[in-house]
Nanobody, 129 residues
Framework: QVQLVESGGGLVQAGGSLRLSCTAS??????????MGWFRQAPGNIREFVAG????????HYATSVKGRFTISRDNAKNTVYLQMNSLKPEDTAVYYC????????????????????WGQGTQVTVAS
């Protein structure tokens, strides 16, 4: 069982920045084998893919709505994945979740929830206009 704990959410003005962190339990040797993803869910909406990163940081993928504004990264020695969010917009307001891929050393970044096995509890991001 892997526990994922997000932090870094909060209230920010439009145009501002936030950095989310997600730390996983267990040894780095395990964490480093799995792709990681960030998803978000706004009130009344389904949970949607935001960004993903491969186990060795070789590949990343972003939703069109955040491309050029958000950056996903990871530090395998710290069991942590980050989401740097710049130029935030009110429509970025949501609960943000990190997730770990269900497949070890997967060659592709999953864009759908079903591809992820473990989830964090979420952290609220609110962007005021």
């Amino acid at each position: 069982q892997v526990q994922l704990v997000e932090s870094g959410g909060g209230l920010v003005q439009a145009g501002g920045s936030l950095r989310l962190s997600c730390t996983a339990s267990g040894p780095p040797s395990t964490f480093s084998k799995y792709n990681m993803g960030w998803f978000r869910q706004a009130p009344g909406n389904i949970r949607e893919f935001v960004a993903g990163i491969s186990s060795t940081s070789t590949n990343t993928h972003y939703a069109t709505s955040v491309k050029g504004r958000f950056t996903i990264s990871r530090d395998n020695a710290k069991n942590t994945v980050y989401l740097q969010m710049n130029s935030l917009k009110p429509e970025d307001t949501a609960v943000y979740y990190c997730a770990q891929d269900s497949t070890e050393t997967s060659r592709t970044i999953d864009l759908h929830e079903v591809g992820y096995r473990y989830w964090g509890q979420g952290t609220q991001v609110t962007v005021a206009s």
